[in-house]
């Protein structure tokens, strides 16, 4: 009976744990109106306040912000719409 518990318990963790990856979602926002190196930083903080975002990486060289987000708290639409009331309105960079 001990070992069925135990069986019972690390299905339950890997089905659990496979929710969780399934819900993390990765997506590069084209940033192109950043012009100098105080963009970034701007663009970084108006996404990592949106409710959701786990990761933000800002590349001013390449105009891009790569977001790491939950999928059952945010969408695309909300991050896009984050960096427009920034000022800086962005696009998905088709993969
Ligand atoms: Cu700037």
Aim: proline share 3%.
């Amino acid at each position: 009976m001990k070992k069925l518990v135990n069986l019972v318990f690390a299905v339950s963790i890997l089905v659990l744990s496979g929710t969780a990856a399934a819900a993390t979602q990765t997506v590069t926002l084209v940033v192109k109106d950043m012009t100098c190196a105080v963009c970034p930083i701007t663009v970084k903080k108006a996404l990592n306040q949106v409710a959701g975002v786990t990761r933000t990486e800002v590349h001013f060289r390449q105009k891009e912000a790569i977001v790491t987000f939950d999928s059952t708290k945010t969408n695309v639409g909300a991050l896009i719409k984050a960096t427009t009331d920034a000022g800086y309105p962005s696009t998905v960079r088709p993969k």
